[in-house]
């Protein structure tokens, strides 16, 4: 099953309730109560966010966290990047993929492009679009995105 790590879920909730740069604000404890996360797991998020550049702090009594930019231009794929790492579904997707059987794989490079189209849909998802999506975003075409065939030049469906 794909699914993002749980501090991931949590990281893109804090990151819905800070406001954007130039708008003030937002302490750790803040964000905690508004959130219902426990303050030291906000704290942790908030650190690793700003060391991936999707959060700037000011020190201070005065001081706080605030997006570092518009939240139209914060990604789904940036955030699990933050907090995850890059996506990779396979071991062999990852850049730095490591297995032994990929000179014999006969199926390596259709996860790897299964790996790019999901990267390319996280990417179009924006943090504005996840705070604002009341129902379902539109998800792109995958098959047509992956290009995918079944060997006698018919496009071949996931499960289809």
Same mark, same amino acid.
């Given at each position: 099953?794909?699914?993002i790590?749980?501090?991931?879920? &949590?990281?893109?909730?804090?990151?819905?309730?800070l =406001?954007? /740069?130039?708008?003030?604000l937002?302490? *750790?404890? #803040?964000?905690a109560? @508004? /959130?219902?996360?426990? #303050? =030291?797991?906000?704290? %942790?998020?908030? %650190?690793?966010?700003?060391?991936?550049?999707?959060?700037?702090?000011?020190?201070?009594? #005065?001081?706080g &966290?605030?997006l570092?930019?518009?939240?139209? $231009?914060?990604?789904?794929?940036?955030?699990?990047?933050?907090?995850?790492?890059?996506?990779?579904?396979t071991?062999?997707?990852? *850049?730095?993929?490591?297995?032994?059987?990929?000179?014999v794989?006969?199926?390596?490079?259709?996860? @790897? %492009?299964?790996?790019?189209?999901?990267? %390319?849909?996280?990417?179009?998802?924006?943090l504005?679009?996840? @705070?604002?999506?009341a129902? =379902?975003? $539109?998800?792109?075409d995958?098959r047509?995105?992956l @290009?995918?065939?079944?060997?006698?030049?018919?496009?071949?469906?996931?499960?289809?």
């Amino acid at each position: 099953m794909l699914r993002i790590s749980r501090l991931t879920d &949590y990281g893109t909730l804090i990151l819905a309730q800070l =406001p954007d /740069t130039g708008r003030g604000l937002a302490s *750790a404890g #803040q964000v905690a109560g @508004q /959130t219902h996360l426990a #303050q =030291p797991t906000v704290s %942790k998020l908030l %650190k690793a966010m700003t060391r991936a550049g999707l959060v700037v702090s000011t020190r201070g009594a #005065q001081g706080g &966290y605030a997006l570092a930019r518009p939240a139209t $231009d914060i990604t789904a794929a940036q955030i699990i990047d933050a907090l995850d790492g890059p996506v990779a579904i396979t071991e062999c997707s990852s *850049a730095a993929g490591n297995c032994d059987l990929e000179p014999v794989c006969r199926v390596g490079h259709a996860w @790897q %492009k299964i790996n790019v189209g999901i990267r %390319k849909a996280l990417a179009q998802v924006s943090l504005a679009d996840l @705070q604002h999506a009341a129902d =379902p975003l $539109d998800t792109p075409d995958l098959r047509g995105a992956l @290009q995918l065939h079944d060997g006698r030049g018919n496009s071949a469906g996931l499960g289809t």
